[in-house]
Nanobody
Framework: QVQLVESGGGLVQPGGSLRLSCAAS????????VGWFHQAPGKEREGVSC?????STYYKDSVKGRFTISRGNGEVHLEMNSLNREDTGIYYC????????????????????WGQGTQVTVSS
């Protein structure tokens, strides 16, 4: 059974930065497609950034230039800069084992394995 754990969330002021991490118990994520999703209070879960094993990435328009998805040490990270209040919410990572494009994973949210999420609050 795949168990994913997100970490790195917290409270940050507008304009601040956070680095989220997604780790899997028992194996590393290097060979898997992984997506980061954001669920704002009262809203649907939306894809923020997704990455394929070969390095192809997709970013939602509102985070381009601010967020960076990367891999390291068998984990997948989301570097978030210039945070604003609209970025508040729970961030989840998903591992997808089927061969979709990064854009498809982020925009269509195909079946996969999910973590429990990490809370990000942007507030002064």
């Amino acid at each position: 059974q795949v168990q994913l754990v997100e970490s790195g969330g917290g409270l940050v002021q507008p304009g601040g930065s956070l680095r989220l991490s997604c780790a899997a118990s028992g194996f590393n994520l290097d060979g898997y497609s992984v997506g980061w999703f954001h669920q704002a209070p009262g809203k649907e879960r939306e894809g923020v950034s997704c990455m394929l094993p070969g390095g192809s990435t997709y970013y939602k328009d509102s985070v381009k230039g601010r967020f960076t998805i990367s891999r390291g040490n068998g984990e997948v990270h989301l570097e978030m800069n210039s945070l604003n209040r609209e970025d508040t919410g729970i961030y989840y990572c998903e591992v997808v084992t089927s061969p979709y494009t990064a854009q498809h994973i982020c925009t269509k949210r195909p079946p996969g394995f999910w973590g429990q999420g990490t809370q990000v609050t942007v507030s002064s």
